[in-house]
């Protein structure tokens, strides 16, 4: 048997557990979200270490729009303050930021602060640390689709151009490789939403661990399990 790892350049997460860990500790579900910001940049430091090269974060969904507006505004004011912290330690590590989702309904000084971080390290060449915020994959895949239908009517495409290469670039996640490995947090075993096209080959990762708790040391185990499943992609 060959003693090959499997290679691995993309982790997706679906940070998950944060108001649990709060009301295990009785605190108010926005305790759980501040320790959850927390955990973030620990954990893009130690996947840029593993020599991961995109690691994509959940961070709010386009359902998460429909919580009660005081838990979305604490979301979006970590949410502000994470955009606007020190992120000097990330581009010392050459990491580059970059965000997917729907822009457009988010208030306007997020939209600009986020541009501006994308734009301060665009040139990094390190790790690309995606931030899925106000994102939803049934969205996504409706606006690659109207994108397509546009170029159609435009005459600029024929339909038989259009194809799975083409159909992912028009993506948010263009020039992204799919995720190879799916970890969600917090015991619950669904995809909510995130990355539906993109996870179609990815392999799936179910910790028990609230995203508060969880560590670079279970990001370290989860790569060995990893490195240890067969991939067959249909095959035999
Ligand atoms: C994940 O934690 C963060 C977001 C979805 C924004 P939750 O807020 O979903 O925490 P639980 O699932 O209620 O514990
Ligand atoms: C998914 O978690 C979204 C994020 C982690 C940002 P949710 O807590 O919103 O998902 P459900 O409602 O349990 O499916
Ligand atoms: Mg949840």
């Not at 009785?26 to 430091?45: D, M, S, T, Y």
């Not at 397509?148 to 948010?172: H, R, T």
């Not at 539906?196 to 910790?207: C, G």
């Amino acid at each position: 048997m060959s003693e090959k790892k499997n290679s691995l350049e993309h982790i997706a997460i679906i940070m998950d557990g944060n108001g649990r860990w709060a009301q295990k500790r009785n605190l108010p579900r926005a305790a759980g979200h501040k320790k959850g910001a927390e955990v973030v940049k620990e954990i893009a430091q130690e996947a840029n270490k593993r020599g991961i090269k995109f690691l994509t974060l959940y961070a709010f969904s386009t359902e998460n729009w429909n919580r009660p507006k005081d838990e979305v505004d604490t979301l979006m004011g970590l949410l502000r303050q994470y955009l606007k912290s020190d992120f000097s330690e990330l581009q010392k590590n050459n990491i580059r930021i970059r965000v997917i989702g729907e822009r457009n309904m988010l208030d306007k000084d997020i939209v600009a602060q986020i541009a501006k971080l994308e734009n301060d390290t665009e040139q990094n060449t390190g790790m690309v640390l995606c931030l899925a915020i106000s994102y939803g994959g049934r969205h996504e895949i409706v606006n690659a689709a109207k994108k397509i239908a546009a170029l159609v009517k435009k005459g600029d495409m024929s339909e038989s151009d259009v194809d799975i290469k083409l159909f992912s670039d028009m993506l948010y996640t263009q020039d992204m490789p799919d995720p190879d490995l799916l970890i969600r947090t917090s015991g619950e075993q669904r995809i909510s939403n995130f990355l539906l096209w993109q996870v179609a080959y990815a392999e799936l990762f179910f910790s028990s661990t609230l995203w508060p708790d969880f560590t670079a040391q279970e990001l370290d185990e989860i790569i060995e399990n990893f490195g240890s499943r067969e991939r067959r992609y249909g095959k035999v």
